[in-house]
């Protein structure tokens, strides 16, 4: 059977029967199971192989972010989708590996992104050599710089990075951001996205530089999409350079 | 298991609205769309009247009969999102004292106390509501014989209070 296979898991019995018909009527999906609560999941999970788990958050017994981090468990574990009513809970739900997080109800669009994402994370694994490195997270939770809270922010759309003290300042389609890190863990966490560190201070997206300028001293300067210019030290000039090429 | 709620004054405003309700009242009323559409339509007009009475205008006191039929329009989004799982018995409004009180003055303690019992066990549970001595007495009975979680909701005259 093509598609993916897919466990959605819910306390909520018409919740539950909603997202099994919007994903049953999904061309990416070939088979679509439920469970009503984190240990029916549980059982299923142990008796069968399942591409996603589309799970939500708040369920008595077993919660189902306790659930997803069970599933580290498993030696093939399905990747996790969490759908839920809860937005607040996106911040732990990214904490353990999510794919996606979808609010309910959701709209069809929405659902066939996440199963791209799906999609794509099964090729990815499928592809993968037997002790890949560590991927890079699709979202990240960080910190509103007003202290008002923390945000989703998919890594896709972040440009650079700024070191500022113990922070990270990060800025994204969506607006500047702060994290409690330094660039160094961030280089290493992000680093498979496509993030290098171009400065002590700098930690770019490559995917968003559009033009490396050399500098008559050495160094350079490397223009971002959104037109910033970040400056780039000069013993990584070279390196840099050929990795755009690459 | 007996708590006290204090019900808010008309001062507080109305009540915060719950994101994760609305949403997943939505998410329930799309789920009857193909096999109930009469109820999907109902579901969507309780919600409607549940949050026009939330956030309408005038915020200041209502009369409790208002009160309580905004209770009963909560519960019956809860029992369309849990088929099943939710039994209630209300008062009559002639039953109780014709004063004001805040919006959400039995509604939200009731609200809370059944959302508790929805997120930390399965199983159906009763919710019953009677008259008491200055307010309402509430017992949320469960099948799984666990005793009943008992709440107190004080109903003062929010229009005395504030006189």
């Known amino acids: 059977m093509s598609g993916l296979r897919v466990l959605a898991v819910d306390d909520e019995p018409r919740a539950l029967i909603d997202v099994q018909r919007l994903l049953e009527s999904s061309p990416r999906v070939g088979y679509v199971d439920t469970a009503g609560g984190g240990r029916e999941a549980l059982v299923k999970l142990g008796q069968g192989s399942y591409d996603a788990l589309f799970l939500d958050v708040r369920m008595p017994e077993i919660e189902g972010l306790e659930l997803a981090r069970l599933l580290r468990r498993f030696d093939d574990p399905p990747g996790v989708v969490f759908l839920t009513g809860h937005a607040d809970a996106a911040v732990e739900a990214f904490e353990v590996q999510a794919l996606d997080f979808l609010v309910k109800p959701v709209t069809r669009e929405r659902l066939d992104a996440a199963l791209g994402r799906i999609e794509a994370w099964r090729s990815r694994r499928a592809g993968a050599p037997a002790a890949p490195a560590p991927s890079a997270p699709e979202v990240v939770a960080l910190d509103n710089p007003t202290g008002a809270g923390k945000r989703l922010v998919r890594l896709e759309t972040i440009s650079y990075v700024d070191a500022d003290g113990d922070y990270a300042r990060i800025h994204a389609a969506d607006g500047d951001f702060v994290l409690r ?6 280089e290493e966490d992000w680093g498979s996205a496509g993030f290098a560190r171009v400065h002590r201070a700098h930690l770019v997206n490559l995917n968003h ?6 500098q008559p001293n050495g160094t350079a300067v490397l223009s971002m999409r959104d037109g910033t210019e970040i400056p780039v030290a000069r013993r990584t000039v070279a390196a840099l350079r050929r990795r755009l090429k690459a | 298991m007996s708590a006290q709620a204090q019900a808010p004054t008309a001062g507080n405003g109305a009540p915060p609205i719950s994101a994760h309700f609305v949403n997943n009242v939505l998410a329930a009323a799309a789920s009857y769309i193909d096999d109930d559409p009469d109820l999907a339509r109902d579901v969507l007009a309780e919600l409607g009247q549940f949050l026009s009475y939330l956030l309408r205008d ?3 006191a209502v009369a409790v009969s208002q009160e309580l039929a905004h209770t009963a329009t909560y519960l019956r989004l809860q029992q369309a999102r849990f088929p099943g799982r939710i039994t209630t018995d209300l008062p009559a ?5 014709a004063t004001r009180v805040a919006p959400g003055a039995i509604q939200g303690p009731i609200a809370e106390a059944l959302g508790r019992r929805l997120r930390e066990r399965a199983g159906a549970c009763a919710l ?8 309402l007495e509430v017992e949320l009975a469960g099948e799984d014989g666990a005793p009943a979680e008992r709440l107190a909701i004080a109903l003062g005259d929010v229009s005395e209070a504030t006189a």
């Open chain 1, 181 to 186: 890190a330094p660039l160094s863990q961030l």
């Open chain 1, 209 to 214: 530089a559009i033009e490396l300028r050399s």
């Open chain 2, 58 to 60: 005038d915020r200041g």
């Open chain 2, 93 to 97: 409004p002639e039953a109780l004292a």
């Open chain 2, 128 to 135: 019953t509501v009677r008259p008491a001595q200055g307010g």
